[in-house]
C-alpha cells in the first residue's frame, strides 16, 4: 500500500515491483510519491504493455494501465528512456513465471 511514497530518491538500477496475482485493469497515482517514476505495466507473459514515464510526483491524477496486465514495476523517472527499455520487451522474473496463463 505505501510503495514508493515519501521516498526522496531512489536510485538507478532500483526500483519496486508490485504483482497483482492474477491479470486485471490497474490504477495507480502519485501521493504522497516526492520523485517522478516511471510506471511501466507488464502482462502476465512477462511482456511490457505500456510505460508512464516520469509521472508527476504528489499528483492524484489517474494513471490506468490501460489494459489488463498482472504487474507493475516502478523504477526512477526517465530510466526506462534511459535503459532502452520500451513496450513489447520482456521482463523476465521469478514473480512473472508463476503468473497464471489467460
Known amino acids: 500500500a505505501k510503495g514508493l511514497m515519501f521516498r526522496t530518491k531512489l ?3 532500483e526500483g519496486m515491483l508490485f ?3 492474477r ?3 490497474i490504477t495507480m497515482w502519485m501521493r504522497n510519491t516526492y520523485i517522478p517514476l516511471d ?3 507488464i502482462r502476465a507473459d512477462g511482456t511490457i504493455h505500456r510505460i508512464e514515464a516520469n509521472t508527476e510526483p504528489l499528483s492524484d491524477r489517474v494513471i490506468a494501465s490501460n489494459g489488463d496486465v498482472f504487474a507493475v514495476l516502478e523504477i526512477a523517472g526517465g530510466g526506462a528512456e534511459r535503459h532502452g527499455i520500451s513496450a513489447g520487451d520482456r521482463v523476465i522474473h521469478p514473480a512473472l513465471s508463476a ?3 489467460r
Open 11 to 13: 536510485g538507478d538500477g
Open 19 to 21: 504483482p497483482y496475482g
Open 23 to 25: 491479470s486485471q485493469e
Open 39 to 41: 510506471m511501466i505495466f
Open 99 to 101: 503468473a497464471p496463463a
